[in-house]
Nanobody, 125 residues
């Protein structure tokens, strides 16, 4: 059974940084699509950053240049380094993974089927 546990959220002022971590178990790390999603109050969930089995990453347009996704295959941890944070980045952030499909299109566009409990990120102006 896949388990995803996020940590690293918190409250920061605009311009600050946070690093989110996702500890994953029950999956073959480098064979899964993995990513970070977020949902702000009253808004739909959106994919922030994703990585496929080849290590190729894609980002939401609004976070490009500010956020960096990485993974440590040896430790089974997925990271999201978030710099130059803005108030509009405030949301619940979720780690997600999916091993059903190996195609890169799904990794970078699909809806994943395994989710963590989320970690709150709040950015004040």
């Amino acid at each position: 059974q896949v388990q995803l546990v996020e940590s690293g959220g918190g409250s920061v002022q605009a311009g600050g940084s946070l690093r989110l971590s996702c500890a994953a178990s029950g999956l073959t790390y480098n064979l899964y699509c993995m990513g970070w999603f977020r949902q702000a109050p009253g808004k739909g969930r959106e994919g922030v950053a994703r990585i496929d089995s080849d290590g190729i990453t894609t980002y939401l347009e609004s976070v490009k240049g500010r956020f960096t996704l990485s993974r440590d295959n040896a430790k089974n941890i997925l990271y999201l380094q978030m710099n130059s944070l803005k108030p509009e980045d405030t949301a619940m952030y979720y780690c997600a993974a999916d091993g059903r499909y190996s195609g890169s299109w799904f990794c970078h566009n699909g809806q994943y089927n395994n989710w963590g409990q989320g970690t709150q990120v709040t950015v004040s102006s």
